[in-house]
């Protein structure tokens, strides 16, 4: 079976450019162990057959910067969320619309249509068929990601067969 392609550091920089209006660095990183804790924000991408189809596990960083960026909140409020170790709904609400323009770095290339499914804001409460896919991924990519007047984190990238 093919795996879903996943997105190359352009692709994920371009989406963000155009969504963010901000100068946007991407990076290749090393692949670490793809933590389930609450500093964990997982977007679930879907298939019309109802299967996974990827999944963006991305730290809380990445997730409170590229929420305050979208709405042009002050830098702050972000960092204020990174030192206590949450994400605020406004900022949450901000990523998962992130999350869902980034299906593009699902489609094309071959791979099958998909759709944002869910967004679980506390990696300890992923349900079992994602702790698997990340667990054990077909395929991942992680990128460390900057966002320019604001900050960064990382961001992996998960797929599994279709």
């Known amino acids: 079976m093919p795996t879903q392609v996943l997105p190359e550091p352009e692709d994920v920089r371009s989406v963000l450019n155009s969504l963010l ?10 692949s670490g162990s793809v933590g389930l804790d609450a500093k964990t924000i997982v977007g679930a991408y879907e298939r ?3 299967k996974l189809g990827g999944l963006v596990v991305a730290d809380l960083a990445v997730a409170a ?12 409020v972000a960092k204020e969320n990174v030192a206590d170790k949450i994400i605020g709904d406004n900022l949450l609400d901000n990523f998962q619309e992130v999350l869902n323009v980034g ?28 702790k698997l896919v990340m667990a054990a991924p077909n ?4 990128f460390e ?18």
Not at 21 to 30: E, H, K, L, N
Not at 150 to 162: C, H, I, Q
Request: charged fraction near 25%; proline fraction near 5%; aromatic fraction near 10%.
């Open 48 to 50: 019309e057959d109802a």
């Open 145 to 162: 990601i900057e966002i320019a007047a604001y900050g960064g984190g990382v961001m992996r990238f998960l797929s599994m067969d279709f």
């Open 103 to 130: 299906v593009q770095w699902f489609t094309g290339k071959g791979n099958p249509r998909v759709v944002l499914a869910e967004v679980y804001p506390d990696g300890n409460k992923v349900p079992d068929d994602v």
């Open 21 to 30: 209006g901000r100068d946007i660095t991407v990076t290749r990183t090393t």
């Open 65 to 76: 910067f590229a929420g305050a960026a979208l709405s042009l909140l002050p830098v702050g």
């Open 139 to 142: 395929d991942r990519a992680d």
